[in-house]
């Protein structure tokens, strides 16, 4: 018997890995065939999406969603790494700042703007990692790029010696490094600044509502079916449409949009399918 398929909405704690997560899902379900959507930094907690056995092949497709997180940048000083685990430097006295002198230089990072990656990101330069080469002394410049920052609300300040806190409320597209948000920041009152704490309260759909603790038992799976309407349109087929999507064939049937979960008579989510002028083709067969 095949292990099941599905996804599991982790609510992931401080100081762990995405990967060190999914080594001990893997562990807690018997399974290798284990990823996750959308990398958490150690630091970061919140909502990790993780598919398991045929649900990673979602798994792309999930992490594209838009994202919701709660952000603490510190004013004040700056880091190699934009964030608290790099080496931390001080540049001015930010505690005397007000939160409408805060709320003014956010301005330009709201709606869509082009945004710089910080130089300890994944995109890779010249075939190697930009962290890999950040981390090995080598300058990294890396180019800037458009994405949309839907939300980015100060909640509060409050200082200390020589520096300023700034909770916010940030909802932004895929690919938007709120670390970034922390250092340009910093840069445009001329203070330095970077972040000290993140957590991710939604991808999509999916919210902590949804996740749950890694403990001692397996979690429950939710089914692919389930994922899918969290995530895509989805349409349900039929018997002789199933047999067809089964071995990866064009239907006649248009489909809203791409991706389109298909679901056959039995519930299941058996692909993802993908509009063109003569009907759908697939995306990603499940079965």
Known sequence: MSSPSGVVIVDKPSAV?????????????????????????????????????????????????????LATARLGLSST???????????????ALTVEAVDAALAPQRGDILQVPTSVSAIKVGGKRAYALARAGESVELKARPVTISRLDVLAVHGGDGWLDVDLDVECSSGTYVRAIARDLGAALGVGGHL???RRTRIGNYSLDDAVTLGDEPPVLMDMAQAARLSFPVLEVTE?????????????????????????????????????????RPLAVLT
């Open 17 to 69: 890995t995405s990967h060190q997560v999914v080594g001990k899902l893997r562990r807690l379900l018997g399974t290798r065939k284990i990823g996750h959507a959308g990398t958490l930094d150690p630091m970061a907690t919140g909502v990790l999406i993780l598919g398991v056995n045929r649900a990673t092949r979602l798994l792309g497709h999930l992490a594209l969603h838009d994202k919701r997180y």
């Open 196 to 198: 000290t704490a993140l």
């Open 240 to 280: 002789e449409e199933a047999t067809d999507i089964g071995y990866g064939r064009p239907i006649a049937r248009p489909v809203p949009s791409a991706p389109t979960g298909m679901i056959a008579p039995d519930g299941a989510l058996i692909a993802l399918y993908e509009p063109t002028e003569a009907g759908s």
């Open 81 to 95: 790494t934009d964030d608290a685990d790099g080496e931390i430097m001080p540049v001015a006295d930010a505690s």
